[in-house]
C-alpha cells in the first residue's frame, strides 16, 4: 500500500496556493476526503473542482476516487493500530515506516550504495543532534574493514567541508535537511551523499546523491523514529560493503 501523505509531501514544493490549501485540508481531516465526493470536497475546501483533479494528478493518481481509496486504506490500517490491544503505538509506527523503508531498500539498491560509497578513498560523516549518532556508528561499524570514516561535529563541519576535495565523500544525515545545516557545505567540492526524511526531490539538485527513508505524517521533524531508520540504514550499508569486500578477497 502506497502512502497517500507520502506522495503529497513529494511534491510539495511544486504545489500553488489551492493545492496548499487542499493539502492543508487534508492533514487537518483525512476523513473528510473518504466521506466526501469531488465535488463536495472541493466545495468545503473552497477551490473548483477542476483544481481538486489537478491537485490529484499532480501527486500522481489518474482521479479522485482512486486517491480516495488510498486514503480510505492507509486511515483504516492506522484506526486498527490504534484499537489492537496488544498494540504499543511506537511499535505500530515502526512497522509502518520498515514496510516502507522495505520498499526503498532493496538488495539492488543497497548493493549500488555500498560500492558508491567503496569509491571513494577518504570518506567523512556528520549530523546534526540524534542524526549525528548514526555517523558515529559508521565510523566504529567500518573501522574494522580498515575503512576509517572522519566524523566532524557540527562546529567543524563548514570548515572540514570547505577543505575537502572532489575524491572525497561526505555524509550527512539530516532528517529535515533544512537549509541550516545544508549551507554548511554547499561550497565543498567533495561529493555529498545526503541521508534524509525530508521526501523533497528538489535536494537532489543540490546534493550528488540522496536516499529518502520514509517518515510519518505530518512532517518528518515530528518523526523521532527516523534516526533509528537512519542507524539501521547503517547497519545494512555494513553488511554490503563486508560482502563486497569479501568477495573481493575470494
Known amino acids: 500500500m502506497t502512502n497517500p501523505f507520502l506522495r503529497m509531501e513529494q ?18 481531516n483525512p476523513k473528510s476526503v473518504i466521506y466526501n465526493t469531488t465535488s463536495d470536497f472541493a466545495r468545503i475546501v473552497n477551490v473548483s473542482q477542476p483544481a481538486l483533479t489537478r491537485f490529484i494528478q499532480s501527486v500522481g493518481y489518474r482521479k479522485y476516487n482512486d486517491f480516495r481509496a488510498e486514503i ?18 511506537f511499535f505500530d509506527a515502526m512497522r509502518s515506516l520498515l514496510n516502507e523503508a522495505e520498499k526503498l531498500l532493496t538488495k539492488e539498491y543497497l548493493n549500488n550504495l555500498a560500492e558508491y560509497i567503496l569509491s571513494f ?19 566504529n561499524l567500518l573501522r574494522k574493514y580498515k575503512i576509517f570514516v572522519n566524523t566532524p561535529n557540527l562546529d567543524s563541519l563548514a570548515e572540514v567541508s ?17 537549509s541550516s545545516i545544508m549551507k554548511m557545505f554547499d561550497e565543498t567540492d567533495a561529493k555529498v551523499l545526503l541521508i534524509t526524511a525530508n521526501p523533497t526531490k528538489e535536494l537532489e539538485k543540490t546534493v550528488d546523491r540522496v536516499v529518502h527513508l520514509p517518515y510519518l505524517p505530518p512532517e518528518p521533524e515530528s518523526c523521532s523514529i527516523s534516526p533509528i531508520l537512519f542507524s539501521m540504514l547503517v547497519e545494512l550499508i555494513d553488511s554490503y560493503i563486508g560482502e563486497k569486500l569479501s568477495s573481493t578477497t575470494d
Open 72 to 89: 480510505a486504506s492507509w486511515q483504516a490500517t492506522q484506526d486498527n493500530n490504534k484499537v489492537s490491544d496488544s498494540s504499543i503505538p
Open 11 to 28: 511534491h510539495k514544493a511544486s504545489f500553488t496556493q489551492n493545492d496548499m490549501k487542499i493539502y492543508q485540508a487534508i492533514l487537518d
Open 162 to 178: 570547505e577543505n575537502l576535495s572532489h575524491d572525497d565523500l561526505l555524509i550527512i544525515f539530516s532528517v529535515s535537511a533544512s
Open 121 to 139: 578513498p577518504r570518506i567523512f560523516a556528520s549530523g546534526m543532534g540524534k542524526s549525528y549518532s548514526p555517523a558515529i556508528l559508521l565510523q
